[in-house]
């Protein structure tokens, strides 16, 4: 059995206002006045958020779709999201037509916002923009990917052999592409998104 | 004190395709297999999504956002959902330049999946799409928009009066436009969303 497209990719954000070292403790929320940190966290904490690219069927409208990701082992996340898709899905083929695309996350998931509301500031929100670029395959970034998003979403490592999940969908079946990413963050974004969208606590 | 841009919008989202009547039981999930009845649910349930629209600061890259909605009064979801949100945050901005916008949905954050993963079909995802518009002040639609969104989301209410917040925040405090949303919904994109993106339980 073929599959459409099988590509590795890589999103590439330069996050180039992280002062921060690569290699986040994630297990403790930081400083809400620390941004950078803040968003560190929220990208190591958070499995799962909204993968926004131009939609080639909708003749460029913009289409998010929600998406598993993972940016390194437990606790030991370093700030660069990877994504496990299939061209089968809309997200990856806009990808590959046109690169652009945001990762899009909310505290709220965390558990950590208590009763504030997902749009109070006080709940973290962060907008991820860059590029999503196919990550090479057989490579140690390929490998280290690979073990980030296993280890979070272990459903995604059997997907072949897991027959009951075949039986469910056949989408999740042919997850067999994967779209690995690290992130090219653009300063001035990031400076809007930490002073508008990303309010932290 | 001037705020920039007062604005009541509305979302059009036409769901062509629904063949149940408006007004949704959100109390109780929906047979996976019914896709529209399972969609309706998820807007319902969902207090929280992603807006992703076209960037201006951006060049026309893809920018999702989290904002809070809601479609109806706790338990009488209209399948519209109604957004708050200011033209202080790019995402109003976005819209008024070009109204293309997603607003896309997990079942993840309603705690109903269970350990599956946010990935896995069986963890419902929807992604909406249409055209986001202003909704005329003073009409019987912004006055239920407005009872909608302050019955789920009661902070939205009291962010004039709210000093606290104020201190917090003044993006919050500043939240004063009010963009109100229904759907134009393009029946051939539903269509692939319940075949691919949107698989149900």
Not at 28 to 51: E, F, I, M
Not at 96 to 118: H, M, N, Q
């Amino acid at each position: 059995m073929k599959f459409k497209g099988v590509y590795y990719i890589c999103l590439f954000f330069l996050i180039g206002s992280f002062e921060t070292s690569i290699g986040v403790d994630d297990t403790s929320k930081p400083d809400p006045l620390d941004g950078v940190a803040t968003a560190r966290w929220l990208v190591s904490q958070n499995n799962w958020g909204v993968l926004s690219t131009i939609s080639i069927e909708l003749g460029g409208a913009p289409f998010g779709n929600v998406v598993s990701f993972s940016d390194g082992l437990p606790d030991k996340g370093c700030g660069i999201p990877y994504f496990y898709l299939t061209t089968l899905d809309p997200t990856a083929r806009n990808t590959l037509k046109d690169e652009r695309a945001s990762l899009t996350l909310s505290e709220s998931p965390i558990g950590s916002c208590g009763k504030a509301d997902p749009e109070n500031p006080t709940c973290a929100k962060l907008t991820l923009t860059g590029k999503l670029t196919l990550v090479t395959e057989n490579t140690t970034e390929a490998e280290f990917a690979a073990s980030a998003l296993f280890s979070k979403h272990a459903e995604m490592k059997g997907n072949d052999q897991n027959h009951n999940i075949l039986l469910l969908s056949s989408l999740f079946a042919l997850l067999r592409t994967l779209i690995l990413s690290t992130i090219f963050y653009l300063q001035h974004l990031f400076n809007e998104i930490k002073n508008i969208i990303a309010t932290m606590k």
